[in-house]
């Protein structure tokens, strides 16, 4: 373990170093990359020194006790040796999650899109009732939500809904609730009080920086439209929605939150980048999961990962087979306990995948 830790030192020792350079400044994206890998190696470097303090204090309790000629002093060593014997071993767990090689895209924002999936207006009600959960949880985090483009379904709630969340590690955080989301509950629009089952899925993409993805403007059509929904006067009057056509994968970026016409290109634009980042992404994760046999985070849009059942007040996560029964605390926004566990299923399938390495 020292030895490890030691080569971790020289390394954050190098990028101290690095992030202060002139020329390292001016390059934008190493100087992001190398900030993002000063701060995790700082994390280590205070795991470091703990672990240092540990083994030190266990080498000097074992020899006042070896000598055993002060009784008081011999006492204080016992009870130094039993925490730093207690210690060390959690200190170890600790130290080898950190050790495993961290996601780049982790610590990115995110843009989610939910979309109302089988099931009819109760699907569209449910993919509002996402959104609020979602939103709820973001707001408790200290990340700032802000819609891109929606359209609303016919009796309440969303058919889409698209929305980026800037803050520290989100897309870390919010990528284990990519995929397909069921509900069971009576629908408020049934008479005869029957259960009936709807769905919705839910894609994240991690936002990528100006210098993650390059977009030649010829390859992008784009039309002005006037936007719907909620905003005032300007509505349907003045064309400042915009839908950005990338014409080489025909992916399409949308918004028309804004009032104006520029920010709503720059918002579309971000979209795109994002999409088409995610896209070569998406092949990378299918390739590493199939490595990894991995079940958490696999970014398949078909798969069923969770169900919210009403009438048993419960969600089950299908990926680790976890169930709760708290689901009204659940859909208010607090899911901190789900995403808990799938990351430390997630870091268990990398241990194991690590130690399987060395």
């Known amino acids: 373990m020292l030895e490890k830790l030691q080569i971790i030192k020289q390394r954050f020792d190098e990028v101290s170093d690095l992030i202060i350079q002139p020329d390292i400044i001016t390059d934008q994206k190493r100087y992001v990359q190398l900030n993002k890998e000063y701060k995790d190696l700082r994390l280590l470097m205070d795991k470091r020194e703990l672990y240092l303090e540990f083994t030190d204090n266990l080498k000097e309790a074992e020899e006042i006790i070896a000598d055993g000629s002060d009784a008081e002093m011999v006492e204080m060593a016992k009870m130094q040796y039993d925490e730093a014997k207690e210690g060390i071993p959690k200190l170890e767990d600790d130290i080898k999650f950190l050790l495993i090689p961290k996601d780049p ?115 992008v059509r784009v039309d002005f439209f006037c936007s719907s929904g909620p905003g005032g006067q300007s509505v349907n009057t003045t064309y400042s929605a915009v839908r950005l056509t990338h014409e080489p ?91 808990d566990e799938l990351q430390l299923a997630e870091n268990t399938e990398k241990l194991k995948a690590s130690d399987e390495h060395i």
């Open 105 to 219: 895209e982790d610590s990115k924002n995110a843009v989610v899109e939910l979309r109302a999936g089988t099931g009819g207006d109760e699907a569209s009600i449910f993919a509002g009732d996402l959104f609020r959960m979602y939103t709820k949880y973001c707001e408790g985090r200290g990340w700032k939500v802000d819609v891109v483009d929606y359209s609303e379904g016919t009796n309440g709630g969303f058919k889409e809904i698209q929305f980026e969340v800037n803050g520290d590690d989100v897309y870390g955080t919010l990528k284990f609730e990519a995929g397909v989301h069921r509900v069971q509950r009576v629908p408020q629009t049934e008479t005869q009080g029957r259960v009936h089952t709807s769905a919705a899925t839910c894609m994240v993409f991690p936002e990528a920086e100006e210098f993650d993805v390059e977009i030649n403007p010829k390859d």
């Open 249 to 339: 994968t025909g992916l399409v970026a949308q918004c028309q939150d804004q009032k104006s016409q520029h920010k709503n290109k720059e918002k579309a634009f971000k979209v795109l980048r994002s999409r088409l980042y995610e896209m070569e992404l998406a092949k990378k994760n299918a390739a590493d999961a199939e490595k990894r046999g991995s079940m958490v985070s696999s970014g398949d849009r078909s798969a069923k990962i969770r169900t919210y059942n009403y009438s048993q007040g419960r969600v089950t996560d299908h990926r680790i087979g976890l169930t709760l029964y708290d689901l009204s605390n659940i859909v208010n926004g607090d899911i901190q306990k789900i995403i």
